[in-house]
C-alpha cells in the first residue's frame, strides 16, 4: 500500500522535470491537515531551486497509509528519483524533519515535551492593589453607552446579563477570579454578541461572552504560549512592556484572562498575574501578533472606560453606518527595535532589539551600552571584534560573527539564553562554561578547537553543528547531557545522514521506511 502511494509523487516529479535533468530530490513534511515540500532538480552539478511539484493530495495519501502502518503522523520523507525511473524512498516520524532557509539540514527532536521556559515566569510578583473600581466602572459603562447612542441615534442591543452563578462557574473554570470591575460588567451584559451583530464596545473588539471566554482560555492551554519548533524557538527572545516591568514578559500566561477577541487571534485581556510595577486587573493586549511580548493598555477596566469616554468628548471618533470608531491620537516613541545597516551613533534607551545586516568593516558595539534593557542583538552578515559591551548589557540572544573569537567578555553572563557564532579565526569556548542559563548554541559557522567543552554546559537544550563538528563530539562521547534538540548544519545532508546521526544521538530510528523501485514508463 505504502509503495502504490509513493508512485503517484514520483510520476508527478518526473513529469514536472525540466529538459537534460540528471537527478531530483523531494524532502516533505506531511500529515495532519498540511504539507510541506523542499528540494529541486540537478543537471551535472547544477541544481535549479524551483519547479519542484507539491503533489498535496498525493503526499497526504501518503501520510495516511504511513499513519495506518507505523503510526507516525505527520511523516518526514526523501524521496529521490532519476529520469531512468528509479526511485527511493526514505520516511520516518517528524522528530527528524528538515529545516530550510539559511539554517539548512535536519533537526531532531529528543524529548517532544520540553518547552524552553519563560522569563517572565520567574519575574518577581506584583504587590499593589488593584486599580479598578466596580462602581465607577459601572457608571461609566452606562455613560459611554448612553453617548454612544446619541451618536448612533438609537440605544444598543445587547445580551441579558450573566447570572452571578454563572460568572462564579465561570471563574471555576478559568481557575482565577475576574477582576472586580470586569465582573460589575458582566452583570449588565454578558458581552456585545447579540447572535445576529458585534456591537465592538471595546473597539476593534468583540466583547467576549463567559461562555466564549472560558472556551477561548482552554482552547489556548490556559494561555501559554505557542510552540513553533526549535528551529524558530531557540532563540525566541520575549520583550519588556512600556511601561517596564508591569506585565510579566511571556508570549501567553494562565494569569490572562481574554475577554475581547479582534477575531484575527489577537485580544484584550485582563491580567491577574502581573509584574513588579503592574496591577491586578490591568489591560493587556495579547495573542497572535504578540509572541515577543504583550501590550500594556491601562490599569483597569475601569480607565480603559474613562479614556473611551474622553475620547467621545474630544469627538475623537467616526460614525459609520451603525459602528463607531474611536481614534487614538497619533504617537510616536522612541523605538524599541531597529531592523538593517549599522548600530546608529545615538542608540534609544528604550532600545531592546537591533539587528545589524550588511556592513562593511567591523562594527562597534560601543553606542549600544545606552541601551539598558537591550535583549536581542543580531549581527547578520557583519562582523565585531569586541564583545566587552555585552557584557554589562542584558543580551538574551545574540547572533555574531567574531574576528578575534575572544568569549571572555560573556563569561558568567546571568542574561544570555542563546548565542549564534561565527568566527573568522579560532575561538575557544571555555568561557561558556559559566554562563548559567545558555540553553541554545549554533557553532557551525565557528572554528571550535575545544568543542568537548560543550559537556560541561549546565543546561544546554539545543545546539546545531556541521556534520564534522558532530563526529568530533560523538567520537569523544562529549554531546552535552541535558540536549532536547540538535540540528545538522548540512545543506547537503539526505534523510539517510540525519537517521545515523539521531541514532548516534540516542534517538531510536532502527523502525525507518526505505523503499526503492521503477517507473517502467519514464523513458518511452
Not at 95 to 100: D, E, K, L
Not at 292 to 297: F, T
Not at 324 to 350: N, Y
Amino acid at each position: 500500500m505504502v509503495e502504490q502511494a509513493v508512485r503517484p509523487i514520483v510520476e508527478a516529479i518526473v513529469a514536472k522535470a525540466p529538459n537534460g535533468w540528471t537527478h531530483a530530490v523531494l524532502h516533505g513534511r506531511a500529515g495532519r491537515g498540511g504539507t510541506g515540500v523542499t528540494g529541486g532538480y540537478s543537471r551535472h552539478e547544477e541544481k535549479w531551486n524551483t519547479g519542484l511539484p507539491n503533489p498535496y493530495e498525493e503526499l497526504m495519501a501518503l501520510a495516511e497509509r504511513l499513519r495506518e502502518s507505523r503510526g507516525w503522523e505527520p511523516v518526514s520523507l526523501e524521496i529521490q528519483c532519476r529520469p531512468s525511473g528509479e526511485y527511493r524512498l526514505v520516511a520516518f516520524n517528524d522528530a527528524i524533519s528538515r529545516v530550510i532557509g539559511m539554517s539548512s539540514g535536519f533537526q531532531v527532536v529528543l524529548d517532544p515535551d520540553y518547552r524552553l521556559p519563560q522569563p517572565g515566569r520567574h519575574q518577581e510578583p506584583g504587590t499593589g492593589a488593584p486599580a479598578g473600581d466596580p462602581e465607577l466602572a459601572v457608571a461609566r459603562f452606562r455613560a459611554y453607552l448612553e453617548r454612544r447612542a446619541a451618536i448612533l441615534g438609537h440605544s444598543e442591543e445587547l445580551p441579558p446579563p450573566a447570572p452571578a452563578a454563572a460568572i462564579e462557574e465561570a471563574e471555576r473554570r478559568l481557575g482565577r477570579r475576574l477582576p472586580p470591575d470586569l465582573r460589575a460588567l458582566y452583570l449588565i451584559a454578558d458581552g456585545d454578541d447579540t447572535g445576529h451583530q458585534y456591537r465592538y464596545l471595546f473597539p476593534g473588539n468583540v466583547w467576549l461572552s463567559l461562555k466564549s471566554m472560558v472556551a477561548e482560555h482552554t482552547k489556548w492551554g490556559a494561555g501559554e504560549r505557542p510552540w513553533y519548533g526549535w528551529d524558530l524557538e531557540w532563540e525566541a527572545v520575549v520583550f519588556d512592556t512600556t511601561p517596564t516591568e508591569t506585565v510579566r514578559r511571556c508570549g501567553g500566561h494562565p494569569g490572562w484572562l481574554r475577554f475581547g477577541s479582534s477575531v484575527d487571534g489577537n485580544y484584550l485581556a485582563v491580567d491577574t498575574a502581573p509584574a513588579l510595577n503592574g496591577r491586578p486587573g490591568q489591560i493587556i493586549r495579547t495573542g497572535r501578533d504578540y509572541d515577543e511580548g504583550p501590550a500594556y493598555v491601562a490599569d483597569s477596566i475601569t480607565s480603559l472606560l474613562g479614556h473611551y469616554l474622553e475620547l467621545l468628548d474630544q469627538g475623537a471618533y467616526e460614525k459609520d453606518g451603525d459602528h463607531i470608531h474611536l481614534l487614538e491620537p497619533d504617537h510616536d516613541p522612541a523605538p524599541q527595535q531597529i531592523i538593517g545597516g549599522d548600530v546608529p551613533d545615538e542608540v534609544p534607551p528604550t532600545l531592546q532589539a537591533i539587528h545589524v545586516n550588511n556592513v562593511t568593516g567591523l562594527v562597534d558595539l560601543a553606542p549600544l551600552t545606552a541601551a539598558p534593557n537591550l535583549r536581542r542583538l543580531h549581527l547578520n552578515r557583519s562582523t565585531a571584534a569586541d564583545l566587552s559591551p555585552v557584557r554589562e548589557l542584558p543580551v538574551e540572544s545574540l547572533r555574531v560573527t567574531l574576528t578575534t573569537g575572544d568569549l571572555t567578555p560573556l563569561e558568567a553572563h546571568p542574561h544570555l539564553t542563546s548565542l549564534d557564532l561565527t568566527t573568522t579565526g579560532p575561538a575557544g569556548i571555555t568561557p561558556l562554561r559559566t554562563v548559567p542559563h545558555l540553553r541554545g548554541l549554533d557553532l557551525s559557522g565557528a572554528d571550535v578547537p575545544d568543542l568537548p567543552v560543550l559537556a560541561d554546559l549546565p543546561d544546554l537544550r539545543y545546539l546545531s553543528l556541521t556534520a564534522r563538528q558532530w563526529a568530533t563530539l560523538l567520537n569523544e562521547a562529549k554531546v552535552p547531557p541535558t540536549l532536547t534538540a540538535a540540528h545538522l548544519a548540512e545543506a547537503n545532508a539526505t534523510l539517510d545522514d540525519a537517521l545515523a546521526w539521531a541514532a548516534r544521538l540516542g534517538l531510536g530510528t532502527d523502525n525507518a521506511l526505505r523503499l526503492s523501485g521503477t517507473l517502467k514508463t519514464v523513458d518511452g
